[in-house]
């Protein structure tokens, strides 16, 4: 079929995983965070780690910004030599984050590829909108992905609108949809309603991304086609263990993930084994 004549209106897509290797990105920094941390202020390891998963699950989030300053043994030994000390710290981690946030192989130039196609690009994510758009923004995916629907963050003013995030990081084409924190994968209806949002049907619409359980899930529920992105499968790694450590999820959340687990996984229509390239088998 020729490009002006696509098969397929609309891609959606997952982005930690999917796009690019967020389990990395997040292990790393976070390493470097604590160590500089522990280096800096004289602590324990084990005390941060401890510590730090209380801010998470108070502030039901894996990526906060302000976590070092509701650390509290962190703010027992902040003085004036600590409070630059502590900036040097971020500095690092910072540089960590950057340094390995990246595209997986293949990424822009398929999407680059779908767009001059005439697909609109979508994606949807579970992480919260802040850390998603700067992701956007650093991986030069500003204006290739159209819209992104993610997890409202902390901190934005009463009465802001959701699309003033993207701005607020630097982004100027691609538009952040902020969704409520109680929204989660698998989300059939959600996706329904953002294909049709978008001005399509389900069956002209693709949905990619690497959890069986969730991602595939959801898109043969809604009725679209279904990516299994099985390069970005994170089972069995060994970042999994720190990551669980310091988890913000609920008891009841933990209970649903190990249910999602436990059930029989989906048939995806197309499984991506050696990247996301291997999508452009559809137009």
């Known amino acids: 079929m020729k490009r002006s004549e696509p098969k397929l209106d609309l891609l959606v897509t997952d982005l930690d995983n999917t796009l690019w290797d967020w389990l990395t990105i997040w292990s790393r920094s976070f390493e470097v965070l604590v160590r500089r941390t522990s280096e800096t202020f004289n602590l324990a390891p084990q005390l941060l780690l401890r510590e730090i998963r209380e801010v ?3 502030r039901n989030a894996i990526e906060y910004s302000n976590l070092l300053l509701e650390l509290p043994s962190v703010m027992a030994k902040m003085d004036d030599v600590h409070e630059r000390e502590i900036g040097k710290v971020l500095d690092e981690f910072r540089r960590a984050r950057d340094g390995e946030t990246k595209l997986y192989p293949g990424v822009y ?4 590829e779908f767009k001059a196609a005439g697909l609109t690009i979508v994606a949807y994510s579970e992480s919260r909108s802040y850390w998603t758009a700067r992701r956007v923004l650093h991986t030069g995916l500003d204006g290739v992905v159209d819209h992104v629907y993610c997890t409202r963050d902390h901190g934005w003013p009463e009465g802001e609108k959701s699309v003033d995030v993207g701005p607020r990081v630097g982004l100027k084409a691609t538009k952040i949809h902020e ?8 989300n ?7 294909v049709e949002r978008h001005g399509t049907d389900l069956l002209r619409a693709v949905y990619v991304g690497d959890s069986l359980q969730k991602d595939v899930a959801m898109a043969r529920d809604a009725g679209c086609i279904a990516a299994y992105a099985r390069y970005g499968s994170t089972a069995g790694r060994e970042e999994l263990g720190l990551l669980d450590s310091v988890s913000h999820w609920s008891g009841a959340v933990e209970a649903r993930e190990q249910e999602l687990r436990r059930q029989k ?10 990247g996301f390239d291997e999508l452009l088998a559809l137009i």
């Open 179 to 186: 969704l409520d924190e109680s929204i989660r994968k698998p």
């Open 265 to 274: 996984p989906p048939n995806p229509d197309i499984v991506l084994a050696g």
């Open 109 to 112: 130039q398929t999407l680059l």
């Open 188 to 194: 059939p209806r959600l996706l329904v309603e953002i």
């Open 56 to 58: 998470h699950q108070e």
